[in-house]
Each structure stands twice: as C-alpha cells, then as structure tokens.
C-alpha cells in the first residue's frame, strides 16, 4: 500500500461515518436507530481503544441504552395515539341541502367537548340494490362507536342504513355487513311410530288451544285496570314501535317542561319530531299514556300522531321516552300569549279541538277486523295540551291522565282530584264524583268551555281593544291558586271567567259565548256534548260564510243574521 493509502482510508471513514449520522437522524424507530448507529460507527483500532476508554462501566451502558428505547418508543406511540382533545375531520353530505340551507357536501370539523369523543357517520338508503346517500358528518359521544375504524352497517334489513366510526374521514366508505346467523340443523328422522308421532305433535297442540280459549274469554270478561304498573318491570318499547328501525335520534332543543317530565325537539334523519322525556319516577303516567295511544282507532286527524315508545339508559339514570309528531307552533296557550286570532281562525280552532275530544268520547264497537274503540276521558284537558297545526288545526296530546272505559265495565282506579286546578270542574273541586264514564267526560266539557273562552278573549272580529291574553280565573285568583281558592271561587260563589258586552255585540261571537257558557254549566248534566259542539260552531261558521258581505278589510267585524237558531241541545253523554 502506498504512503497515500492510510490518508485516503482516513477520508472515506470520515464520510462515511458523516453520512451514517445524516442517515440515522431522519426520524427512525428504536430499532432501525440502534442498527443503524451500530452500522455506521466504524473507526479505527485507535479510536475504539480511546473510546472503550472513555465509556462507563457496561452496566451503566446497558441502562442507558434501555432508557433511550423505551423515550423513544414511547415517543413513537405518543405520536401514534390519538388524544380526546384531537381535532375530528369527517366527510359531509346531505341530500337535503336545499330545504335545510346547508352545503351539499364537504369536510365537516367535529367540535366536540375536552371530556367527549367525536365519530363520524354515515346513511343511507338501498333501493333496490341503488345506494342512495342520505347524510354524512360529525356524531355525538356514542359508546356504540368507540374504536371503529371502519364504517360498517349490521343491521338486517332497516329502511334507512346507519353506520358510524372513529378516525378522520373515516366515513369516506361505508359497508352493510349483517350479523352472520348460525345455519339451522335439521335433526335426522326419528324412528319412532307414526302413531306415537302424532300422538306427541297433536296432543300439546290440542291442550295449547285450549289455554288460549281460556286466555280469551277471560280477557274479554276481565281487563285489568289501567294506570297498575309493576314498578319492578323493566318497561320497553312497544311492539312495532318505527322508532327502533330509525336511526339516528338527536334532541336538539327542550321545547317545554311539566309536571310529569320535559319535552324536546328531536329529530329523526330529515322529520323533526317531539320527544317527552320522563323520569323513571313517572313510570306509570308514560306507560299510561303510552297504552292509550296504542288502543285501536287512536289513528284521527285532531289527536296527536304517535311514533313511539322506549327506555333510554340504565338503571338508576334511566329515562323513558315517548316520541311524536312535532309541530312549531306548539301549544294553543304559547300562541294566544303572543297572537290574536280572526273570526274564521276562531271557529277552525274551536271545531277541529271539538272534533278531536268528540272522537276521544266516542265507543266504536266496530272498526276494521274484530277491534273496539272504548270512550276515553283525557282529563287535563286545558289550552297547554292543545298544539296547533301549521294551518291552526288543533290536535288534542297528553293523555298521562287518560282512563278508558269498556263497555259493561268500571273504569278501574281513579282518582278524583286529578288534572289542573284551574280547570277543575266544580264536582272535581267539591270531591263529589260519579266514577261512571259520563261523569267523566262531562268533566272534560267544562274544560272546554274554559278553553273556548280562551280564544274568544283574543279574536279581533269584535270591533275594539284587545286584552292581554289571561288565564282561565287569572283576574279573579292570579297565575297560581290554592284548591281552596278555586273553591271558594267556582263553588261556593259559582264565579266563571268574564264574557265582555263588546264579545256580545259580535252575533257570532255571542252564539259563541252562548255555547261556552253551556258547557261550564255548574249542573254537569247540563253541559253539552263534545259532538254537539262541533255540530254548533260548524253551523255558525257556515252561516257567518253565507251571510258575510265581501270586505276588502281583514280586520273589519262580521255581519250576520241574528235570528240563526242553535243545533239542539242534544248530548252523546
């Protein structure tokens, strides 16, 4: 080797051991570091020996090297790991972007809380084998989408697919994969006689028909009583119930809060819907009112449509759900405190509530197939249990305190003060009930009457000022009265609210206050009917129809003929 030698080898271990460290500092693992530094630390004899020299004891070598793996596996997981205050990144997509005024699709970032965890979701439709995207986007903390990466539907056969997942657009794909069923196993034939075969098959079956012709007549001959709830029951979700087969539910908003729990706004994909929360305390006014909407023929325009029933969380947090149409107008009370009404918006609310609790009243032994409608009492009838319809139409809700009655049969456990003071009837408020279904629904009528008074006081058809919007007996006892204040008021002085001389100058409105009058009659057989209210504002408002002249005025009062004789006073009571 030539003198020049050494010094050559001397440079190319000088770059290479430059280009080893340039190499190993590019964010390697623990492992590729440690063999890259052991690769690319060559020297010479010398160098090693001065080195040796310099390192400490190979015990403490060892240590080292064992710390400086776990910092730097640890840095590898930490950088890998994802922490709950992460920023969540989902793809964004919705079908009714126009209706809603939103975006049609996009990126949606995911603010969630520090404590809580953001998923992504997605769904859809499969119509006849064509995928039809309904949403993406951002989804609350649910346990049911921890750690999945993948977006994967298990559902069977739902009308609307609902899958959800954790990671940044990880909604991007979306699979339906069913939960696999174990395949069914045909046991081998017996060889048993035919005779003893059939003798085992027909024998249960003859004694099974048996129990259930038992089980049936006793049904018909003896109900048990409404409002009995185990409380020890765990209560579910109605048979059939559409609600389990739509996903997602969110609240959105509460709406209203009472006696017996709070009402949200909710909504289900793209139909928003009212959600009445109760506490599992109130198990028995849900499940009542849960029952009532589910007896045959509650299906009718002015009653409240249902959706359905279920409990949410577990015991001892558990909260049990009732959900519903939803409307924005929400109940007529909210609207009359901020709202007046005209003559031909009077006589449509006043007619379709009358329709409604004329419906509820009524037994209809026949409907379709073998089924029976039994009369129902609602209660609490008052104008905070009345929604409107976008149109005004009401729609009659909350039957927590309802009571059915069967034909030949009592009413089962009642009790008497029950409902809204204010518009307790006297008999209520005396404590002198008849527990028969007459009694009670000519309870709900002098309820009506109250309410009936209540939108006559905002109707500007009469020409002058309006009021503000009161209460029934809020000038006589104030916002909250004591039992015996409404006592000493409704009974023993027999006080109802005022009916102003201007409402009378009104014909129709007079005719009006001539039918609520009727119905908070203080002799409960002298009140009239649901139907045959109904049947008397329909005959006035025809009449105020047929006799107004055409007005360029909206405001301007009605002028009809004051000589119209009321429908009889013909009760169905």
């Given at each position: 080797?030539?003198?020049?030698?050494?010094?050559?080898?001397?440079?190319?271990?000088?770059?290479?051991?430059?280009?080893?460290?340039?190499?190993?500092?590019?964010?390697?693992?623990?492992?590729?570091?440690?063999?890259?530094?052991?690769?690319?630390?060559?020297?010479?004899?010398?160098?090693?020996?001065?080195?040796?020299?310099?390192?400490?004891?190979?015990?403490?070598?060892?240590?080292?090297?064992?710390?400086?793996?776990?910092?730097?596996?640890?840095?590898?997981?930490?950088?890998?790991?994802?922490?709950?205050?992460?920023?969540?990144?989902?793809?964004?997509?919705?079908?009714?972007?126009e209706?809603?005024?939103?975006?049609?699709?996009?990126?949606?970032?995911?603010?969630g809380?520090?404590?809580?965890?953001?998923?992504?979701?997605?769904?859809?439709?499969?119509?006849?084998?064509?995928?039809?995207?309904?949403?993406?986007?951002c989804?609350?903390?649910?346990?049911?989408?921890?750690?999945?990466?993948?977006?994967?539907a298990?559902?069977?056969?739902?009308?609307?697919f609902?899958?959800?997942?954790?990671?940044?657009?990880?909604?991007?794909?979306?699979?339906?994969?069913?939960?696999?069923?174990?395949?069914?196993?045909?046991?081998?034939?017996?060889?048993?006689?035919?005779l003893?075969?059939?003798?085992?098959?027909?024998?249960?079956?003859?004694?099974?028909?048996?129990?259930?012709?038992?089980?049936?007549?006793?049904?018909?001959?003896?109900?048990?009583?409404?409002?009995?709830?185990?409380?020890?029951?765990?209560?579910?979700?109605?048979?059939?119930?559409?609600l389990?087969?739509l996903?997602?539910?969110?609240?959105?908003?509460?709406?209203?809060?009472?006696?017996?729990?709070?009402?949200?706004?909710?909504?289900?994909?793209?139909?928003?819907?009212?959600?009445?929360?109760?506490?599992?305390?109130?198990?028995?006014?849900?499940?009542?009112e849960?029952?009532?909407f589910?007896?045959?023929?509650?299906?009718?325009?002015?009653?409240?449509?249902?959706?359905?029933?279920?409990?949410?969380?577990?015991?001892?947090?558990?909260?049990?759900?009732?959900?519903?149409?939803?409307?924005?107008?929400?109940?007529?009370?909210?609207?009359?405190?901020?709202?007046?009404?005209?003559?031909?918006?009077?006589?449509?609310?006043?007619e379709?509530?009358?329709?409604?609790?004329?419906y509820?009243?009524?037994?209809?032994?026949?409907?379709?197939?073998d089924?029976?409608?039994?009369?129902?009492?609602?209660?609490?009838?008052?104008?905070?249990?009345?929604?409107?319809?976008?149109?005004?139409?009401?729609?009659?809700?909350?039957?927590?305190?309802?009571?059915?009655?069967?034909?030949?049969?009592?009413?089962?456990?009642?009790?008497?003060?029950?409902?809204?003071?204010?518009?307790?009837?006297?008999?209520?408020?005396?404590?002198?009930?008849?527990?028969?279904?007459?009694?009670?629904?000519?309870?709900?009528?002098?309820?009506?009457?109250?309410?009936?008074?209540?939108?006559?006081?905002?109707?500007?058809?009469?020409?002058?000022?309006?009021?503000?919007?009161?209460?029934?007996?809020e000038?006589?006892?104030?916002?909250?009265?004591?039992?015996?204040?409404?006592?000493?008021?409704?009974?023993?002085?027999?006080?109802?609210?005022?009916?102003?001389?201007?409402?009378?100058?009104?014909?129709?409105?007079a005719?009006?206050?001539?039918?609520?009058?009727?119905?908070?009659?203080?002799?409960?057989?002298?009140?009239?009917?649901?139907?045959?209210?109904?049947?008397?504002?329909?005959?006035?408002?025809?009449?105020?129809?047929?006799?107004?002249?055409?007005t360029?005025?909206?405001?301007?009062?009605?002028?009809?003929v004051?000589?119209?004789?009321?429908?009889?006073?013909?009760?169905?009571?």
């Amino acid at each position: 080797m030539s003198p020049a030698d050494p010094a050559r080898r001397r440079r190319e271990e000088q770059r290479t051991e430059e280009q080893g460290q340039l190499y190993c500092s590019g964010g390697w693992g623990s492992r590729q570091l440690l063999k890259c530094w052991r690769r690319t630390r060559r020297t010479t004899g010398e160098e090693q020996e001065e080195q040796q020299r310099a390192l400490p004891p190979p015990e403490e070598q060892k240590m080292r090297l064992v710390v400086l793996l776990l910092l730097l596996q640890g840095g590898e997981c930490a950088g890998s790991g994802r922490g709950g205050a992460d920023t969540q990144r989902c793809q964004y997509y919705n079908v009714n972007y126009e209706m809603e005024k939103t975006n049609q699709s996009g990126v949606e970032v995911c603010e969630g809380e520090a404590d809580k965890r953001s998923h992504c979701y997605a769904s859809w439709r499969n119509a006849s084998g064509a995928i039809q995207l309904v949403k993406k986007g951002c989804w609350l903390d649910d346990f049911n989408c921890y750690d999945r990466s993948d977006c994967v539907a298990t559902e069977d056969n739902p009308e609307v697919f609902f899958c959800c997942c954790e990671g940044n657009f990880c909604n991007e794909k979306f699979i339906h994969l069913p939960d696999p069923r174990s395949p069914v196993i045909k046991a081998p034939p017996s060889s048993v006689d035919v005779l003893n075969v059939l003798i085992y098959c027909l024998s249960p079956a003859a004694m099974l028909s048996v129990v259930l012709l038992i089980a049936v007549w006793m049904y018909r001959h003896r109900k048990p009583p409404y409002g009995h709830v185990d409380i020890s029951e765990d209560p579910g979700a109605p048979p059939g119930s559409p609600l389990l087969s739509l996903k997602p539910l969110q609240l959105l908003e509460v709406k209203a809060m009472g006696r017996f729990g709070c009402v949200w706004k909710g909504q289900i994909l793209n139909e928003y819907v009212a959600v009445k929360i109760f506490p599992i305390q109130n198990k028995e006014s849900w499940q009542n009112e849960r029952d009532v909407f589910l007896t045959p023929g509650m299906r009718h325009e002015n009653i409240l449509r249902f959706i359905g029933a279920e409990r949410r969380g577990s015991h001892p947090e558990s909260e049990l759900w009732l959900i519903s149409e939803f409307h924005e107008r929400g109940s007529l009370s909210d609207f009359l405190k901020g709202n007046v009404v005209s003559w031909s918006e009077l006589c449509h609310i006043a007619e379709s509530m009358a329709r409604g609790l004329a419906y509820l009243h009524e037994d209809i032994p026949h409907l379709k197939g073998d089924r029976h409608k039994p009369a129902i009492a609602h209660r609490d009838f008052k104008s905070k249990n009345i929604i409107l319809r976008s149109d005004l139409t009401a729609v009659i809700a909350d039957f927590g305190l309802a009571v059915c009655f069967e034909a030949g049969e009592p009413p089962g456990e009642t009790h008497g003060q029950v409902g809204t003071r204010r518009y307790m009837a006297p008999e209520v408020l005396e404590g002198a009930i008849n527990f028969q279904r007459d009694a009670f629904l000519r309870i709900d009528m002098y309820a009506v009457g109250l309410v009936l008074w209540e939108v006559v006081s905002r109707c500007r058809a009469a020409d002058g000022p309006l009021d503000q919007y009161l209460l029934p007996f809020e000038e006589e006892v104030g916002q909250h009265p004591t039992l015996e204040d409404l006592q000493e008021v409704v009974v023993h002085k027999k006080m109802r609210p005022t009916i102003k001389e201007l409402w009378l100058k009104h014909s129709g409105l007079a005719q009006i206050c001539e039918t609520v009058e009727e119905c908070w009659d203080h002799d409960a057989e002298a009140r009239l009917s649901a139907g045959c209210v109904e049947e008397r504002i329909s005959q006035i408002r025809r009449h105020a129809a047929a006799t107004t002249a055409p007005t360029s005025d909206a405001n301007a009062a009605v002028t009809m003929v004051t000589n119209l004789e009321p429908p009889p006073k013909e009760s169905s009571l």
